[in-house]
T-cell receptor, first 112, second 114 residues
Framework: KAGVTQTPRYLIKTRGQQVTLSCSPI?????VSWYQQTPGQGLQFLFE???????NKGNFPGRFSGRQFSNSRSEMNVSTLELGDSALYLC???????????FGPGTRLTVL | GNSVTQMEGPVTLSEEAFLTINCTYT??????LFWYVQYPGEGLQLLLK?????DKGSNKGFEATYRKETTSFHLEKGSVQVSDSAVYFC?????????????FGKGTHLIIQP
């Protein structure tokens, strides 16, 4: 069974731009969560989608948004990029809840 | 709020040494507890979990016991290998679900020397 895939693996953007990251969950998984990982703040929860609906949301500004498609693939978007948005963005999928989450390799975003 | 505290390291050990990585948590009720491992350039992998007090999670020689009385979930391994070098994250899922997702500790960087 293929694992969670994330594209692209690396991104370089400049301040003010916007970016879209993609996540394909494990086949059959309906829940997709996104996390931001930085050296200073560690792993922080962004949001979770389940069956195309945002079910939970972390404490991030509205510049961070996401969506989920009918095939469970998910995208997250960050608008008006700031230097502090530089991070590894991890996507995790599970069948239904958080008790068995499988993580992708992440997308490394660098904002210059 | 919920929080997880773990030593950040780096923790450096020789091969075949005994490993303990401490993890303590703050949460109401009975959260589920997890250990994840992250190898260089990769995402997180679930190493083991425990969902109720006194449960012991185990996998690949690693063990951790859910201690409600000390709010701890320390990770142990009897004999580490060079291939165990990675970053280890302790995490919790609050009772009743994850409106805030999983809460992670800052991670412990483990280095095993041959």
């Amino acid at each position: 069974k293929a694992g969670v895939t994330q594209t692209p693996r690396y991104l370089i953007k400049t301040r003010g731009q916007q970016v879209t990251l993609s996540c394909s969950p494990i086949s059959g998984h309906r829940s997709v969560s996104w996390y931001q990982q930085t050296p200073g703040q560690g792993l922080q929860f962004l949001f979770e989608y389940f069956s195309e609906t945002q079910r939970n949301k972390g404490n991030f500004p509205g510049r961070f948004s996401g969506r989920q498609f009918s095939n469970s693939r998910s995208e997250m978007n960050v608008s008006t990029l700031e230097l502090g948005d530089s991070a590894l963005y991890l996507c995790a999928s599970s069948f239904q809840d958080y008790n068995e989450q499988f993580f992708g390799p992440g997308t490394r975003l660098t904002v210059l | 709020g919920n929080s997880v505290t773990q030593m950040e390291g780096p923790v450096t050990l020789s091969e075949e040494a005994f490993l303990t990585i401490n993890c303590t948590y703050t949460a109401t009720g009975y959260p589920s507890l997890f250990w994840y491992v992250q190898y260089p350039g990769e995402g997180l992998q679930l190493l083991l979990k425990a969902t109720k007090a006194d449960d012991k999670g185990s996998n690949k020689g690693f063990e951790a016991t859910y201690r409600k009385e000390t709010t701890s979930f320390h990770l142990e391994k009897g004999s580490v290998q060079v291939s165990d070098s990675a970053v280890y994250f302790c995490a919790l899922l609050p009772t009743g679900g994850g409106a805030d997702g999983l809460t992670f500790g800052k991670g412990t960087h483990l280095i095993i020397q041959p």
